[in-house]
């Protein structure tokens, strides 16, 4: 599985924006998928998961509420809906695909998933 984001840019605080992550493979429509963050300095951490079929997501602390992933399986693609961003909202974001095909319970931790976009980077003024 091959992954691209696309969608980042510079934006003020209070804005929007749509992160895309466009998937090669025909294995995508059957992994759990991530959007992971990497501000200068931190760890990467978690943003929202989704899994295979659309049907189950998950949030952050920081970005339940602001923050919508989805997915179109016939299309290849995993959506991130970003509102309300903040300074500390400032990141490289990565999408990236479960190892796993199938599994049941969405991983927060990066070690679970094998295959990852280049990154895009999103950046807030204040």
């Known amino acids: 599985v091959e992954l691209v984001e696309s969608g980042g840019g510079l934006v003020q605080a209070g804005g929007s924006l749509r992160l895309s992550c466009t998937a090669s493979?025909?294995?995508?429509?059957?992994?759990?998928v991530g959007w992971f963050r990497q501000a200068p300095g931190k760890e990467r951490e978690f943003v929202a998961l989704?899994?295979?079929?659309?049907?189950?997501?998950d949030y952050s602390a920081s970005v339940r509420g602001r923050f919508t992933i989805s997915r179109d399986n016939a299309e290849n693609m995993v959506s991130l809906q970003m509102k309300s961003l903040a300074p500390e909202d400032t990141a490289v974001y990565y999408c990236?695909?479960?190892?796993?095909?199938?599994?049941?319970?969405?991983?927060?931790?990066?070690?679970?998933?094998?295959?990852w976009g280049q990154g895009t980077q999103v950046t807030v003024s204040s």
């Open positions: 990236a695909a479960d190892r796993r095909a199938y599994r049941a319970v969405l991983m927060p931790t990066a070690d679970a998933y094998a295959y």
């Open positions: 989704i899994n295979w079929n659309g049907g189950i997501t």
């Open positions: 493979g025909r294995t995508f429509g059957s992994v759990n």
